[in-house]
């Protein structure tokens, strides 16, 4: 049996710190064999840079994945090209620089493949059908993995669903990302999928997704911009816990929390 943890969107400072803390620890308590996360908000609340992305490998991440934020730090479309063990979502246009997908190898030598499609509805970016993409790049790499982890970076519960269902008895894991508030729908589906529709995130709680109240509230009110600092208090990692068996396909699911 295999064992693989994903963590939800990191925020900031305190959820990269966080990562880097308690992840050594956590991969021998729980006898990980992977653990993938987003760091689409790791830096500064958007975007990530090439020192991030090595102090969260260095703590034991395998693989960081992205999302709609992806080129939120400016010089990233350069760094990424000399970036291992990351990839930027799958159905961006091809001319985006940066891998569309890793595998990454376990402790028994099996291969997990792990990439992300952004979600359509209520997006602002202009992306290719995330469910082609996924099955396109499902038999494009047949025969080069193992399990896989398909994550959907969307605002939509339903597109997540319906990605889950599509996906189900393909893939090991189905998980959704970018709301930042995990939910409580863990489940293994009829055909061997793993499936949750947001594994939450890992930074502050005491905030709105991350950022600071006032501010927010502020927003909501004026309509105006202003700077919304990254929170800081009550910092939590949120993902779920997956055990894979031999054949690629998911025996439990369950939701993941660890608290500063
Ligand atoms: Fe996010
Ligand atoms: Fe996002």
Redesign the pocket.
């Known amino acids: 049996m295999r064992r693989l943890l994903f963590l939800g ?1 990191i925020i900031g400072a305190p959820g990269r710190e966080a990562v880097v803390h308690a992840l050594p620890g956590l991969r021998q308590a729980l006898a990980l064999d992977w653990v993938v996360a987003n760091a ?2 790791s830096a500064g609340g958007s975007g990530i840079t090439r020192a991030i992305a090595r102090s969260l490998t260095s703590a034991g991440v395998d693989v960081i994945t992205l ?3 992806t080129w939120g730090q400016r010089g990233f479309e350069q760094e990424i090209v000399e970036t291992p063990q990351l990839c930027r979502p799958a159905n961006l246009s091809p001319r985006n620089p940066g891998a569309t997908h890793i595998i990454a190898p376990g402790h028994d030598g099996a291969r997990l493949l792990v990439f992300t499609v952004l979600g359509r509805q209520f997006m602002q970016h202009h992306v290719d059908c995330p469910f082609d993409t996924a099955e396109r790049m499902l038999r494009e790499l047949e025969g080069q993995y193992d399990c896989a982890l398909v994550e959907i ?1 969307a605002e939509a519960t339903s597109e997540k669903i319906a990605l889950g269902w599509y996906l189900d008895g393909k893939v090991s894991l189905v998980v959704g ?2 709301t930042h508030v995990a939910t409580a729908d863990a489940s293994v589906l009829p055909r061997g999928t793993a499936y949750q529709t947001d594994a939450g995130m890992c930074g502050p709680h005491t905030g709105v997704i991350g950022r600071e109240i006032a501010p927010v509230i502020g927003r909501f009110l004026d309509g105006m911009p202003r700077r919304l600092p990254v929170a800081t208090e009550d910092v939590r990692l949120n993902g779920c816990l997956v055990s894979i068996d031999e054949k690629g396909h998911a025996c439990t699911v369950s939701r993941f929390e660890w608290r500063a």
Do not use: S
Request: proline content about 0%.
């Open positions: 969107d689409e908000n999302g709609d934020h970076h990302t970018h």
